[in-house]
């Protein structure tokens, strides 16, 4: 590795979705020569395109793009096979000279790219009684249950695969989920830039983004992903929009429904990511309607930069 690609950082872009994160990467990726990792989980998968905002080829800039469309609708993944992923496309990208750019809005992932992170391993037998005990006795019952063990975990987390990890992780280790996440602690020097403004306005931009995802074709899309496995994979069927359309294509909603749903749902999403990012202290918080965001955010990338070159030096 050349002495200039030991000065760049990893710059991860964060903050609600609908925030303008893919554009900001690409001004960032044509100015400093960067290349884009995907941190947005339902990105992983192939097909599901319009239902989740992916950045289509031709408009990539030529930037390339790693992380995207290398799950099956059927097919699942880890954070920890993440963590691995995205840690070899960071390294890869700066042994070529080049700027990682890490953008999303998932935030447990965004964490385990940037942080040191210790991932307790899985048990399909033991995931599987909880999920059966999921299905049978609802999420209520198993939060007590986490709350009695883990009540930290209990008080961050309210949907029911996070919950089933969490205990599956104390059934397998004796330790609670909350252990496993230690103080903040970056792997490798990081700026994390996060997007954020008038909450109206995204209100707004995301009503009109799902709007237009229904007039690009959404439920079609959705229509073509059932051949695919979309309603036996374990994850991407609860993707926001695939839900409520699939309840559409199976006579029990309407389309005017499920774009309303859609919309609610994907306001709230993007509050509780606000809640993660907002709770890191090292995210550099910029209004995505400054005009002079573009600059604003080269100027945190060079600061990371010079830090980094003078840390260095000084070794």
Known sequence: MSVEAATLPLVA??????????????????????????????Q???????????????????????????LGVREDTTVAAFQRMARDAVADIRSRGRLPILVGGSGLYVRAAVDIL???????HVRAALESELES???PALLARLAEVDPISALRINDGKRVVRALEVHALTGRPFSSFM??????????????NGDRAELHQRLAARVHTMVEDGL????????????????????ALGYQQF??????????????????????????????????????KWLDWGQPDLGSAAAAQVNAARMSQSQGNTET
């Open 13 to 42: 872009i964060v903050g609600p979705t609908g925030s303008g994160k893919s554009e900001l990467a690409l001004q960032l990726a044509e100015q400093f020569n960067g290349e884009a990792i995907n941190a947005d989980s339902m």
């Open 44 to 70: 992983f998968y192939r097909g599901m395109d319009i239902g989740t905002a992916k950045l289509p080829p031709q408009d990539r800039r030529g930037i390339p793009h790693h992380l995207m469309d290398f």
């Open 118 to 124: 210790e991932f307790p391993g899985t048990d399909q």
């Open 137 to 139: 006795v609802g999420l």
């Open 182 to 195: 230690p103080e903040r602690q970056y792997l490798t020097p990081t700026v994390q830039i996060g997007l």
């Open 219 to 238: 439920l079609a899309e959705v229509q073509s992903l059932i051949p695919e496995g979309l309603r036996e994979g374990r994850t991407a069927h609860k």
């Open 246 to 283: 699939l309840r559409v294509i199976d006579g029990t909603s309407t389309l005017e429904t499920a774009t309303e749903e859609t919309i609610v749902a994907t306001r709230q999403f993007a509050r509780r990511q606000l809640t993660w990012f907002r709770a890191d202290p090292r995210v």
